[in-house]
């Protein structure tokens, strides 16, 4: 497979400046300071660095420092008739648990990374990695080997692996992969968090199907340019940030792939295709309408990406199933056995 070679497009001016800039900041770190607990532990006194089921050497910092990028723990929303700053093909991450229904604009996740929530009476973290294009929402409940049940909520690290987030919980401090909700480093690895089922879906298309829906806004509308795509030009890139892994073969690493029940297709093959069924009643569909939040630099006016569903029949009624659309690169770094359908 293809390594990672550094180099970007000349067109990417500002891209490449984010970039370096980025690189510049892990490279100003002694590279065994930067892969040495002893060293973490000085802002990290609570992580038993003596549990983890990675190597330290793949961790890099992100440039912030921990809760540098910060999470919202108290977020506010407004009725979706009210909004009006979104345009209609903003993506936003649409969550549906039993009679309430909540749309969390990556124009804010952006800045923010992790939202601390609750739903239906479940508590949730939405998150987002935009590096990975990455929208994952966890149940915080989980039963802890020792102490029994416990309701988790996160914050950002400032550190990635495989140019993913890892997210920090802060009732123990252990260290979670935003990919895959596994813990990795401290107290709690190797456990995993619940996923549920959300759309990353366009507002027009959440106001649709959820008329009577929240939709998430800043605590202080000033705090960050929200709406502005801070990594604008990203998913043109030949190659992603801080990631030094193998590369798909099938398809660019920064194409997006759409993934369910074990299984990736390429998402241009879905969009070509506009409906995929499997031999199991699984049924992807595809429809325009909807941004990429890493193309402009006005994420409301970035290129057409458009709109997944993943569903199955279920007596009649049509049910979503657990889906996400990523990254290629970030889905074989995480899932490498699991191929890329494309043609």
Known sequence: MKKFRPGLPLAMSKIRFIGLALMGVVLLLPLTAQSNPDYWSREWPNTDFTKTEIAFEEILSGGPPKDGIPAIDDPKFVPAGEVTHLKPTEPVIGLVVGDEAKAYPLQVLMWHEIVNDEIDGIPVSVTFCPLCNASLVFDRRIEHPEKGPMVLDFGTTGKLRKSDLVMYDRQTETWWQ?????????????????????????????????????????????????????????????????????????????????????????????R?????????????????????ALDARVIGEGVDIGNVTARRKNNGVYEDVLYTVDFAFAHYAFHPDTPIIHK
Request: glycine share 10%; aromatic share 12%.
């Open 178 to 270: 935003q990919f895959l909700g596994r813990g990795i480093v401290g107290e709690l690895t190797g456990m995993d968090l619940k996923m549920i089922p959300v759309r990353i879906e366009s507002f027009a298309k959440f106001i649709e199907r959820k008329p009577d829906g929240l939709v998430l806004v800043p605590n202080n509308e000033n705090f960050r340019r929200y709406g502005i795509n801070p990594y604008e030009g990203y998913d043109s890139l030949y190659q992603p940030f801080l990631y030094n892994g193998d590369l798909p073969g099938a398809v660019p690493p920064l194409s997006r792939v759409v993934v369910a029940e074990g299984k990736a297709w390429a998402l241009d093959f879905l």
């Open 272 to 292: 070509d295709s506009k409906r995929i069924e499997t031999e199991d009643g699984l049924i992807l569909e595809w429809e325009k309408g909807q941004n990429s």
